[in-house]
Nanobody, 126 residues
Framework: QVQLVESGGGLVQAGGSLRLSCAAS????????MGWFRQAPGKERQFVAA????????YYADSVEGRFTISRDNAKNTVYLQMNSLKPEDTAVYYC???????????????????WGKGTLVTVSS
């Protein structure tokens, strides 16, 4: 069973930065597309960012475009989310997700993830 473990969450002031990491195990990492999602209190989970197996295709939600950067290190089986210029509305539990093979369109990565981590909490104070 694929395991995804997120880390790097915490409390930060508005305007600050955090870098989330997701360590993947029990999989051939290079064969998986990866993504980040978030769920704020009382709201549905939403797509944040995703990238293809090669890292060549990147997708972002409009709300984070230009502030967040997703990247991957296939040698370390890890995907990252660099979050800059954080806002209070970015407060949420952030989840890492993976998708094995298949097409890597925005829709496929936003709605077709196979495995999920347990999440890491990010709190942005005003």
């Amino acid at each position: 069973q694929v395991q995804l473990v997120e880390s790097g969450g915490g409390l930060v002031q508005a305007g600050g930065s955090l870098r989330l990491s997701c360590a993947a195990s029990r999989l051939t990492f290079s064969r998986y597309s990866m993504g980040w999602f978030r769920q704020a209190p009382g709201k549905e989970r939403q797509f944040v960012a995703a990238l293809s197996r090669s890292g060549g295709r990147l997708y972002y939600a409009d709300s984070v475009e230009g502030r967040f950067t997703i990247s991957r290190d296939n040698a370390k089986n890890t995907v990252y989310l660099q979050m800059n210029s954080l806002k209070p509305e970015d407060t949420a539990v952030y989840y890492c997700a993976s998708k094995y093979g298949g097409p890597e369109t925005r829709e496929e990565l936003e709605y077709g993830m196979d495995y999920w981590g347990k999440g890491t909490l990010v709190t942005v104070s005003s």
